[in-house]
C-alpha cells in the first residue's frame, strides 16, 4: 500500500537523483545540495553583533558548509540504492 505524503510530489528530489548522488555523480550532489539549501541556511542562522552591539540575524558560513560538507558525507557512506 502506497503512503500518501503531505508533501506535494513536484518539490520531492527524484529518487534517481538520490541514487546518482549516492555513486557520486557530482551533477546530482549539487542538485541535492540545491534541494536542501534553503533549509541548511535557515539551520545556519545567527544572531550577530556588530561594533555598537546592535544585534542582527544572518547565516554562518562556516556553519553552513560544515552542514554541507556533513550532508555530502552521509549520503556517500549511509543511502545505497538497492
Not at 534517481?16 to 539551520?43: K, N, W
Not at 544585534?55 to 540504492?81: C, H, N, T, W
Given at each position: ?22 555513486r557520486?555523480?557530482p ?5 541535492v ?7 541548511i ?10 561594533e ?31
Amino acid at each position: 500500500m502506497k503512503r500518501k505524503s503531505s508533501i506535494p510530489e513536484e518539490k520531492l528530489l527524484p529518487y534517481e537523483t538520490i541514487c546518482a548522488a549516492t555513486r557520486g555523480d557530482p551533477d546530482a550532489m549539487t542538485e541535492v545540495l540545491r534541494h536542501f539549501d534553503g533549509y541548511i541556511s535557515y539551520q545556519a542562522t545567527r544572531i550577530f553583533y556588530d561594533e555598537y552591539g546592535q544585534s542582527y540575524r544572518g547565516v554562518d558560513a562556516e556553519l553552513k558548509q560544515r552542514i554541507q560538507d556533513k550532508l555530502v558525507a552521509r549520503i556517500m557512506e549511509r543511502f545505497r540504492p538497492e
